[in-house]
């Protein structure tokens, strides 16, 4: 078995996922005019995309424990290719919401069939060196969908580019088919059910709550920056839209660089303190963007090389936490976190959005600020107590 081989595999399925949900974003004028239709709707088809995302996170996790990894995966696929054939041939508006959210409900299965995979046939530190690598190539996902899809779609259109994601789709599929081996252990047999008791079990367990609050504010906290730092740009510094582009790509490549570090990070340090010590830092330089933000804008770009470098040196120690903890329902308490963090994703520009209206760029990032501040003391006395227990015992 070539494991280095089924890591790209099941992380390139993953990484469709962000790409997808994105893709067409440069190119969201052209399609609505296209369809006749408003803004609204077609801004629609991105929070449509996320929040079955989301939700399909708490289906498959249950399923891929009792029904296999495999199986699950290509199945998903296939709808999502489906899907992808759908958007680009739909005739009107509300059939294209329809298959944004058929493609959004296939790919949902690959963020927790690759993150469960990686558990499977990684232990101890090569599972950190492992799911590092896996971070990194999801964390490319948002980075390299506007950039394709704007060039795509300049050439081709709309219809261009979801039929590119159906072939790319069709391609994952063939490779993930002919080399990934079912990997899910024979002792769960029997022993996995589905059930709404299981997902709540992994809220209630110390890690569980912990990793999965920390991924919620964490991403509550970069969508902000997604969805106000445009505008806080063009009125703080008169950027233009190209120019703007170039200040988000540092974080965005902060992010990459981070996921990979994380993951050979964990040779050299034991995970609970890298976790604490990355959130902790990455709550740090929200409030480093806050001070500079009227200041420099040299400044600004480095608190947000910070805010994406630490954003991404603290996801694999999350999902490696989290698999540790839970060794017989991986995928459900990996679907358990994917959904909690696309919630963080949604509320972030929602809440934000309430706080930004009062004309106070430091509301919104403030709040942020002081809630990820909150999770962190919480999460720290979670993890205090879980250790003093394990001592007694």
């Not at 609204?40 to 498959?60: C, D, E, H, P, W």
């Not at 300049?154 to 790319?168: C, Q």
């Not at 997604?226 to 988000?248: D, M, N, R, W």
């Not at 976790?275 to 804008?297: E, G, Q, R, W, Y």
Request: proline fraction near 4%; aromatic fraction near 12%; glycine fraction near 10%.
């Amino acid at each position: 078995m070539n494991t280095k081989l089924i890591i790209y595999l099941v992380s390139f399925a993953a990484f469709l996922g962000p790409f997808t949900q994105n893709i067409y974003v440069p190119i969201l004028p052209e399609i609505q005019k296209d369809f006749h239709t408003t803004s609204f709707l077609i801004n629609m088809s991105l929070s449509a995309f996320t929040v079955t995302l989301a939700v399909m996170q708490m289906v498959y996790g249950p399923l891929i424990d009792m029904k296999g990894r495999r199986r699950i995966l290509l199945a998903g696929i296939l709808i999502y290719i489906g899907a992808s054939v759908g958007c680009a041939f739909s005739p009107s508006v509300s059939w294209f919401l329809l298959f944004r959210v058929l493609q959004a409900a296939g790919i949902a299965a690959g963020s927790i069939v690759a993150t469960t995979v990686v558990s499977d046939l990684f232990e101890g530190k090569q599972r950190g060196r492992a799911m590092g690598v896996f971070q990194m190539l999801v964390a490319l996902g948002p980075v390299l969908g506007p950039v394709i899809g704007g060039w795509v779609g300049e050439h081709m259109g709309y219809w261009g580019v979801f039929m590119i994601l159906a072939v790319t789709g069709t391609l994952t599929w063939l490779a993930n088919a002919r080399y990934l081996p079912e990997t899910r252990p024979n002792d769960l047999d029997g022993v996995i059910s589905f059930g709404v008791r299981r997902l709540f079990s992994v809220m209630l367990h110390p890690i569980g709550l912990s990793v999965t609050l920390l991924g919620f504010i964490q991403f509550y906290a970069f969508h902000n920056f997604l969805a106000f730092l445009p505008q806080i740009l063009s009125t703080e510094y008169g950027l233009g839209p190209a120019e703007k582009g170039l200040v988000f790509l540092p974080l965005s490549l902060m992010i990459v660089v981070g996921s990979y570090t994380g993951g050979r990070l964990q040779e050299k340090m034991e995970a609970r303190k890298i976790l604490m010590i990355t959130s902790s830092l990455h709550a740090l330089s929200i409030v480093l963007f806050m001070l500079a933000v009227k200041f420099s804008l040299i400044y600004v770009i480095i608190s947000l090389v910070l805010f994406g470098l630490f954003l991404g040196l603290s996801q694999p120690v999350q999902t490696v936490l989290l698999m540790d903890a839970f060794a017989k329902e991986r995928a459900t308490a990996v679907g358990a976190y994917n959904f909690f963090r696309f919630m963080g994703m949604a509320a972030g520009p929602l809440f934000g959005s309430i706080l930004y209206q009062m004309r106070n760029i430091f509301l919104p990032f403030g709040f942020a600020a002081v809630l990820f501040g909150g999770v962190l003391f919480f999460v720290q006395r979670k993890l205090r107590m879980k250790a003093a227990k394990a001592t007694h015992t």
